[in-house]
């Protein structure tokens, strides 16, 4: 599995998907960039979204707030007070962690020791072997379940009452150990508030302490009232919105998973209360069936419902992704009430009620929210579409299995040889294809090694221009996943590709 993450990094590298920030200065850390083929696909998931969104709701309309806002928005939101992290120091190798990510990753460890059980027995018992009931049933395993459960609850019950000593007194009693040093010598437990602090305007008397903003919903219902007017909108109905966001991490590590500036992808809608229940369980359902619609394998998801829930929310559940280091929350649809709207009409003074014709009253609305992480999708997408293949020669290749319609580069023209005018066809093609899709041109070695270097690419198709095309106009067409090559007529290319790449 480490392997395997190892390799996602270095390929997002190599084929200029994802480079560390300011790597000439040695990085920076949980900062990346997005690299040529990286804000390609960044850009294609983000349309995506957009779409099922934006576009194909009626009663969901887009915005795009600033970045800044003003600095009592953090007081309403509760952020100010609680958006905090717990964190622990090892006082020997005096590094820094998230108490809660340290008891999480001793829980992953006794479940990849239930995972190691049920294989054992799983080949033990072969055909006969019911994982349902060895899970249930083997003493051992029952042993490492509720030790699991009753570990999760504790740290939960103790973060919830702000109860930090038993936090650490859990680390303690766990006997965790410093990832790194194997130290167990810890410091106590701190709340670190995650918010990226700043200044606006330029005299030291008459600056403004402002944050970036840790999320793009309060964007969203700053502006409820007043989108709502100019769209005519009537409740239930939505607000989406891309955007960046900022905060302190303290765990800076998995790559792109956990980063200090990433990009969130956030709708809210407003509904009657009372209806939050069966919007609740709508918007699960739709948000899954979005991410199924991208064919990257049902059991590569699951639900996971909050029992500890934030101040804000009535009810939430993540949808977890199998990332290279397990599952993880990949997405998080939340029913939040009127907390935010209510705290804002407190805070500012301003009503931000809705008038419900058909009731004839004022209510504030109640808010239903999906919020997912572009860069989170981004590794999903990438990580799960990395795959080598043995073929049938006996060698092996390295194919990254994009969603065509996610996929930076969407055909690549190849002339077979560097002459006979060959390239000038090739060329030719790319002029026409490129008012449709991204496509690139490439001449430099042979055939065989331009479509390994497009298949490690994502490239879903490459092109062939040879000699024949020269008499009857026609091209092969290569797909990537399957390899099979077909030769049709260069007129008929952009239909073929645009079957394929469209939604
Ligand atoms: P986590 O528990 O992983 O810190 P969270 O519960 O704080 O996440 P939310 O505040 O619900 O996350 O944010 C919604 C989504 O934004 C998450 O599901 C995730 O995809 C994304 N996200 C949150 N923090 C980060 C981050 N530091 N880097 C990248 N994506 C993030």
């Given amino acids: 599995q480490d392997d395997k993450f190892k390799k996602v990094i270095s390929h997002a590298k190599e084929y200029g998907y994802v480079f560390q920030s300011s790597e000439i200065y040695d990085g920076l850390s949980a900062v990346y960039d997005y690299a040529q083929n990286g804000a390609e696909l960044k850009k294609n998931i983000r349309d995506y979204w957009w779409k099922a969104m934006v576009q194909m709701n009626e009663n969901i309309v887009g915005i795009d707030a600033a970045i800044f806002m003003h600095p ?17 120091d090892n006082k020997d190798s005096k590094k820094r962690y998230r108490a809660d990510v340290l008891i999480e990753d001793y829980c992953a460890k006794i479940e990849a020791k239930i995972d190691k059980e049920v294989s054992k027995a799983a080949k033990r018992f072969g055909d006969a072997f019911n994982q349902e009931e060895f899970l249930a049933t083997n003493g051992r395993v029952v042993g490492y379940q509720e030790k699991i459960k009753s570990t999760l609850s504790r740290m939960g019950k103790s973060l919830e009452n702000e109860d930090l000593a038993d936090v650490k007194a859990l680390i303690e009693e766990l006997e965790i150990a410093d990832p790194l040093t194997g130290s167990k010598n810890w410091t106590d437990v701190k709340q670190f508030n995650l918010m990226f602090g700043t200044k606006l305007g330029a005299s030291a008397d008459t600056a403004m302490d402002l944050y970036l903003r840790p999320e793009t919903a309060q964007g969203i219902f700053v502006n409820f009232l007043n989108v709502q007017k100019t769209s005519r909108q009537k409740i239930p109905f939505g607000i989406a919105q891309t955007g960046k966001a900022f905060r302190n991490e303290i765990v800076a590590r998995q790559f792109i998973f956990r980063m200090r500036e990433f990009e969130q992808m956030e709708m ?10 069966e919007w609740y369980e709508h918007w699960k359902e739709h948000r899954m069936k979005w991410h199924l619609s991208l064919g990257m394998g049902k059991d590569n998801y699951r639900f996971h419902d909050h029992e500890k829930l934030a101040h804000y929310a009535d009810a939430a559940a993540d949808i977890e992704f199998k990332f290279p280091f397990g599952f993880k929350e990949l997405e998080g649809i939340h029913s939040r009430t009127d907390f935010d709207l209510k705290a804002h009409e407190e805070f500012s003074g301003k009503k931000l009620q809705y008038f419900d014709h058909e009731e004839n009253k004022s209510y504030t609305p109640y808010v239903l929210e999906t919020s997912i992480g572009l860069d989170r999708m981004f590794l999903a997408v990438f990580s799960n579409s990395l795959q080598e293949e043995e073929l049938e020669n006996g060698t092996t290749r390295t194919v990254l299995k994009l969603p065509s319609v996610l996929a930076p580069v969407k055909a690549a023209i190849l002339p077979l040889v560097k002459k006979d005018g060959l390239p000038e066809i090739a060329k030719q093609i790319v002029e026409e294809l490129k008012w449709d899709f991204n496509v690139v041109y490439d001449e430099k070695d042979a055939v065989g090694r331009r479509y390994r270097r497009q298949d490690a690419n994502g490239t879903p198709f490459c092109i062939t221009v040879d000699h024949d095309t020269k008499d009857d106009n026609t091209v092969t067409i290569r797909h990537r996943d399957s390899m099979e090559q077909q030769r049709v007529k260069i007129e008929d290319l952009r239909a073929i590709i645009k079957q394929e790449v469209d939604v």
């Avoid at 009592?72 to 622990?88: C, M, Q, Y």
């Avoid at 809608?269 to 939050?276: A, E």
């Fill in 72 to 88: 009592t928005t953090w007081k309403a939101s509760g952020h100010v007070d609680a958006f905090n992290d717990p964190l622990i």
């Fill in 268 to 277: 809210q809608f407003f509904i009657k209360p009372g209806t939050q229940k």
